[in-house]
Nanobody, 127 residues
Framework: QVQLVESGGGLVQAGGSLRLSCAAS????????MGWFRQAPGKEREFVATINESGGRTSYADSVKGRFTISRDNAKNTVYLQMNSLRPDDTAVYYC????????????????????WGQGTQVTVSS
């Protein structure tokens, strides 16, 4: 059974940086597209970033483009989210997710396209 475990969340001041990690168990990680989503209190879960199986293609929400970078290390079964220039409105629980049957030429941006989720890690940005 494949599991995803996020880490790296915490409290940071506005303008600071954090790097989230998501470690996957199992031997098929390199065949999954991976995504990061976030959910703030009282709001729906929203797309943040996604990366294809090889790491050669990425896609970002407009709200984080230029500040966040998604990457992956298939040898370590890990996907990362480097978050720079953090703002208070980035405060949320961040989830990584796996798309175990990814499309060939495009990347999913909707939560219901991902079928495996981690437990989430809290990111709080103070002003």
């Amino acid at each position: 059974q494949v599991q995803l475990v996020e880490s790296g969340g915490g409290l940071v001041q506005a303008g600071g940086s954090l790097r989230l990690s998501c470690a996957a168990s199992g031997r098929t990680f390199s065949s999954y597209a991976m995504g990061w989503f976030r959910q703030a209190p009282g709001k729906e879960r929203e797309f943040v970033a996604t990366i294809n199986e090889s790491g050669g293609r990425t896609s970002y929400a407009d709200s984080v483009k230029g500040r966040f970078t998604i990457s992956r290390d298939n040898a370590k079964n890990t996907v990362y989210l480097q978050m720079n220039s953090l703002r208070p409105d980035d405060t949320a629980v961040y989830y990584c997710a796996a798309d175990r049957d990814p499309p060939v030429v495009w990347l999913r941006r909707l939560p219901n396209g991902y079928d495996l989720w981690g437990q989430g890690t809290q990111v709080t940005v103070s002003s």
